[in-house]
Every structure is written in structure tokens, then in C-alpha cells.
């Protein structure tokens, strides 16, 4: 005959301290995620991923620059929704900005898009025929710096 199987215990069902603080910050942190929320319009509620406070500093992060100054408008709405919620007073709101990628990973060498051989040619035939010297100096010079690329690569 089979044996009973015992159920799966989940880790909060032992006896560790460590477990249920870090278990309590969570959804702490989930709480004040879900204040700030309710505070701002419905599109910029969901570009705010995470939230926790640290030294008397409200932290809200986000994906991207942009969101994150839209995020910056709603400051003293999201500290005073927080006030309520919270025991020791907030004193600051910073606004982070997180990747996707998290964690250590070699970030991908960035290449520029350099114009064809022909483009690089019309540049510079099209300097040789310009009237004001300056530009004409400067699409030579970037004639030159073009061709020094291309080859290079």
C-alpha cells in the first residue's frame, strides 16, 4: 500500500522569528503600495511597482523616467496618504527608478548606426558645394568622422 503523503508545510508554520519579520515587511510594504494606489490616476497606478519606507523615506518605484516624473506631481498626495498608515511620520518621498533586468549582468555594447559608404559620400560631396564655411567645415568634418568609422568597423 502507498504511503500517505505529509502536506507541505509553508516556512511560516515554524517557529522562526526571522521568517515572520521579513513575512510582515512584506506586506507592510504591500499595505502602502496598495495607499498609494488608490491615490493617483489608474495609469500611473500601474507603471508604480514597489514601495517600502527606510529611514523616515518614503521609496516608490517605477520602470521608467518618464513615469517617474508624472510620479513626482502626486508627492504631497502620496505623503499624506501615508501618514495615516504609518506609526513613525514620514519625512521625504523618493521616486527610483528600476530595470528590468535586475541583478549583475554585462550590459550589451552599444553600436552607432552609421550611414552607408554612399551616404557618407553624398555628405561629402554635398559640404564641397555649400556657400557658408562654417557648415561646409563642419559636414566635411563629419564626412571624415563617418568614413574613419565605417572603416573601422
Known amino acids: ?8 508545510k509553508k516556512s511560516l508554520a515554524y517557529p522562526n522569528r526571522t521568517m515572520v519579520y521579513l513575512h510582515s515587511q512584506i506586506e507592510q510594504q504591500q499595505r502602502i503600495l496598495k495607499q498609494i494606489k488608490a491615490v493617483l490616476p489608474d495609469n500611473l497606478a500601474t507603471q508604480t511597482k514597489h514601495c517600502l519606507i527606510k529611514d523616515h523615506n518614503l521609496l516608490v518605484y517605477t520602470d521608467s523616467a518618464i513615469w517617474a516624473s508624472q510620479l513626482r506631481f502626486y ?14 511620520p514620514i519625512d521625504n518621498l523618493q521616486i527610483k527608478i528600476i530595470n528590468r533586468t535586475s541583478g549583475v549582468t554585462a550590459s ?23 556657400s557658408d564655411d562654417k557648415l561646409s567645415v563642419a559636414l566635411l568634418k563629419l564626412s571624415t568622422t563617418l568614413k574613419r568609422l565605417a572603416d573601422s568597423t
Request: charged share 20%.
Open 1 to 8: 500500500m502507498a504511503e500517505k503523503l505529509q502536506p507541505f
Open 108 to 130: 550589451a555594447i552599444r553600436k552607432a548606426n552609421l550611414p552607408s559608404l554612399e551616404g557618407i559620400d553624398l555628405i561629402r560631396k554635398h559640404s564641397l558645394s555649400i
Open 75 to 88: 508627492n504631497n498626495a502620496i505623503l499624506a496618504a501615508m501618514q495615516t498608515l504609518v506609526k513613525s
